[in-house]
């Protein structure tokens, strides 16, 4: 068997770009780092999981295992889209330090400068061919996330666990009804669902240009309170108030004297088994729309938990 060469690369998150607006994202500052890599005869750029963080702002407890980070949205990309002016993200407040993320200023401040955005895409692109395609292709996960996501704001962010029990159970009617409530605000997350699909797929294509893969991770839990678990309680061990029968943790190691308690549902790999594992493999199909190589954080983790199911 011939030997494949040795290739390298460098590990940069996304939101350690450097930017003018608070995180970093899909701006020119990401097409000249991937320019640095192409220069550099780096072969690839290993990022950190790019979906909406929850509580902590940590990247491996996202809101959902299939959802972009609205963050990463290029304000620039909206104003060369005339979405957006420079007057109006040049007055968006995201904090005093340019060398920190503020994500409490991120969470009070970049969706109003988004809504500004989504108004006028009402307006112009909204019934555009590829707006339409994108809801289409991907309403298997985007229509449970945006609609988390809508009646999760709309409650102050409280956890679905604590919903009211209608919604907590996906009932039907209860679910109909919010979402006539709630349909602009639904409408919103397509919206940044979709610009982070195109601004995503935009930079990626130019890396793959310029001969560099991108490394993704994909965290081998999902967090409790995420749409995944909110919308999939089958693919997890619940009990039948929709409680986690237990919780991930890590034993006590070199690392931690008395062990860790994460907190994310495991999975239920017998009721995975019987639908032939699609969750499992609707996430990697999707991830891989945005990766050109996906490392499980952790494969390890991965082997020992589902080899005793």
């Not at 669902?193 to 930079?203: I, M, N, P, T, V």
Request: include cysteine.
């Amino acid at each position: 068997m011939a030997l494949q060469g040795r290739e390298s690369g460098i590990l940069f998150p996304i939101f350690s770009i450097p930017s003018r607006f608070g995180i970093g994202s899909f701006s020119r500052e990401a097409y000249e780092f991937v320019d640095f890599l192409s220069g550099a005869g780096q072969g690839y750029w290993q990022i950190l999981p790019l979906g909406p963080t929850g509580y902590g702002n940590s990247p491996y407890q996202p809101y959902s295992a299939f959802a972009g980070n609205p963050y990463f949205i290029s304000p620039e990309k909206l104003i060369e889209d005339g979405l957006l002016t420079w007057d109006e993200c040049n007055g968006a407040f995201f904090g005093l330090d340019e060398t920190r993320v503020d994500y409490g200023a991120m969470y009070e401040n970049r969706d109003n400068l988004l809504k500004l955005a989504h108004g006028r895409f009402i307006t112009d692109g909204r019934e555009s061919k590829e707006y339409t395609a994108f809801l289409k292709k991907e309403a298997y996960w985007l229509t449970d996330y945006a609609l988390f996501t809508a009646i999760k704001r709309s409650k102050g962010g409280a956890s679905w666990l604590t919903w009211e029990d209608g919604l907590k159970r996906h009932d039907s009617k209860a679910i109909d009804k919010v979402r006539a409530e709630l349909a602009d605000d639904i409408d919103f997350v397509y919206f940044k669902q979709y610009e982070f699909d195109k601004q995503w797929r935009a930079l990626r294509d130019y890396a793959n240009g310029k001969n560099v893969k991108i490394i993704g991770d994909l965290p081998f839990y999902v967090s409790l309170d995420s749409a995944d678990a909110w919308a999939h309680p089958e693919v997890f061990l619940m009990d039948k108030e929709l409680n986690p029968k237990v919780v991930a943790g890590c034993a006590p190691d070199a690392f931690s004297s008395t062990g860790q308690l994460w907190g994310n549902p495991i999975y239920d790999w017998k009721a995975l088994e019987k639908d032939d594992y699609s969750w499992w493999a609707d996430r990697i199909r999707r991830n891989y729309e945005f990766l050109d190589v996906i490392r499980i954080d952790h494969f390890h983790g991965f082997c020992e938990c589902s080899s005793v199911r």
